[in-house]
């Protein structure tokens, strides 16, 4: 496994998480305010590369049951368009509690709401990554 960069994809944000260079640990990194369409995925494509990821790992918000929802939609919308502006491959992965277990973390660390807001989609974004490597290297081992 190379160098993994995730995606929690939000309407308003976007939490970006990379692997270590190693691929041990998934680390929170920013939490990209979005602008537009065009500029997000400039965005999200540029540091994908700096980074040097091989492979983009984004969430896919499903309901509780599993079924789709409307926001499974747009986040699927957006991950076509951004596949469309980069060579990297895309995969998408169960984000079901990530951002219940990141509030739950933050709010553990006795973390206000507004600074909780600020960091919640990253710390999200690792939990997803986090999840995506741990059920590949579970697979690896079968």
Known sequence: ?????????????????????????????????????????????????????????????????GSESVQTVKTREFIDKLAEKTNIPIVTTDERFTTLEARRLLIEADMGRDKRKQVIDKVAASYILEGYMNRSKSNERK
Do not use: Q
Request: charged fraction near 30%; glycine fraction near 10%; proline fraction near 3%.
């Open 1 to 65: 496994m190379g160098r993994l960069i995730a995606f929690d994809i939000g309407d308003k944000r976007i939490g970006i998480a990379v692997s270590s260079l190693v691929g041990d640990l998934a680390m929170p990194l920013e939490t990209y305010f979005r602008k537009n369409i065009r500029s997000d995925i400039e965005y999200l494509v540029k540091i994908a590369e700096e980074k040097g990821a091989d492979t983009i790992v984004c969430g896919l918000p499903v309901n509780f049951d």
